[in-house]
Nanobody, 121 residues
Framework: QVQLVESGGGLVQPGGSLRLSCAAS????????MGWYRQAPGKQRDLVAS???????NYADSVKGRFTISRDNAKNTVYLQMNSLKPEDTAVYYC???????????????WGQGTQVTISS
């Protein structure tokens, strides 16, 4: 069984910062891409940022220059440093990881439970 556990959400004022963490645990052979998505009320879930196991990153245009994704492969953990936060960043943030549980099978997509990020004065 594989689990992704997120932490670090909360309420901050516009212009503030937050750091999200997501740790994968369980029966893991390897982790390929990891990423963060977000979903605001009434909207679809969109990609915020992703990172390959080699460290290549990709960002949504709306967060470029403000958010930084990183990962610690030894800890099976991905981070999202969010700076200069805006009210429009308010959403539930979900961690995603493409995980291979053994050498004979391909990767499967796993999701965290989500963590609320609210930007408000």
């Amino acid at each position: 069984q594989v689990q992704l556990v997120e932490s670090g959400g909360g309420l901050v004022q516009p212009g503030g910062s937050l750091r999200l963490s997501c740790a994968a645990s369980g029966s893991i052979f390897s982790i390929n891409a990891m990423g963060w998505y977000r979903q605001a009320p009434g909207k679809q879930r969109d990609l915020v940022a992703s990172i390959t196991n080699g460290g290549s990153t990709n960002y949504a245009d709306s967060v470029k220059g403000r958010f930084t994704i990183s990962r610690d492969n030894a800890k099976n953990t991905v981070y999202l440093q969010m700076n200069s936060l805006k009210p429009e960043d308010t959403a539930v943030y979900y961690c995603n990881a493409q995980i291979q549980i053994d050498v004979w099978r391909g990767s499967t997509s796993y999701w965290g439970q989500g963590t609320q990020v609210t930007i408000s004065s």
